[in-house]
């Protein structure tokens, strides 16, 4: 009898604890009475089989919990893992990235999960060497990869602002006016005002298996008006297909429960920045995707002005904390003895100098 009421009492707190630690893995909501149920349906099992069975495999019941709580723990990194590639699939589908991105970024992940846990099994200066090589071939990858956000901003520096009237045919950057037909205008979904193109996304609150809050996109939309840009030259017709929209500012948010609501648009009359391609459809002159170039983008003047102004402040910061770093890693790296007045610096015995000797 104290072994089926022992069987109870602890079957009941280890698959609570079961039940509560899967639901925060997985983000799955359970009510109290849910959990109640579920945990009384679990002990009960448990009494039954250790009545039926024998008294002496209370055991064995327990155990079951314990091995079943530490595979529940163990699975949320292949659960974030398998939420990881799915994002990237996702991601390919929307156009993104591409799938060779996607993959540069599986090996990446899967590389810094196999140097973490091989660590206990090499030596203090290999596992540095992999670690350094890692973040600087990860950091090489990310400097070079194209996004029309830095593609945009990267030709906004070379090209010289052209005028509409008498620009030549080919890859272009015009300043002027977005004007768009009443008519076609689309209807921003949160502010409900009428634009020429809109960027909405929604955001889901969630938690990692280390319980950290982040916030996942779970809707990304993107629409755009037929529209002319115009200058007092003249107006030429954007080929919307495919159009960026590069650093919007927000027009309107909020936040309900765990969601939140962005609207990012471009409304009629406004001054923006273009670059594409020119070219003549039709007897008219149009703007449309550089093949070349792989980009048709847009953004408001004021937002180049803010990023022309701070950018290279915070490219000059950035290049100097990485430096900083690194001079630090190597400073404590090597090993000293200090005996009264005297600093003994072992550059031989530092992980990152002790090849030179």
Known sequence: MASIIASIIFSAVLSGATVILFSEIYNIRINRKRWVSITAAISSLSASIVTYLNEDNILYVIGFFFTLLILIALSAKAWDILKFCLELLNSIRKGKITAFQAVIY??????????????????????????????????????????????????QQMLPTSKIGS??????????????????????PLSKRKCIAYHYTVHQETKDSERKKYYKTIND?????????????????????????ISLPPTCKYEKGNMRYVERAIFNHDTIMLIGSAAEKDNQVVIQRDIENDILAVSPIESIKHWNKYHPLKKSALTFIV???FLSAIVLTIPYEYNGQTLTLMFNQSPLLSWLF
């Open 221 to 245: 939309e993107t629409k755009c008006a037929p529209f002319k840009i115009q200058d007092e030259t003249g107006s030429a017709s954007v080929i919307t297909d495919d159009l960026s929209l």
């Open 323 to 325: 430096i900083a770093v």
């Open 167 to 188: 620009m030549a045919m080919g890859l272009v950057e015009v300043q002027g006016k977005a004007i768009a037909e009443k008519q076609q205008l689309r209807t921003a």
């Open 106 to 155: 599986m090996i990446l992940t899967f590389l810094a999960l196999a140097i973490t846990y091989s660590m206990n099994y090499l030596d203090k200066p290999t596992s540095f060497g992999l670690f350094a090589g890692f973040f600087i071939v990860a950091g090489l990858l990310i400097w070079r990869q194209k996004t029309p956000k830095k593609q945009f901003f990267k030709l």
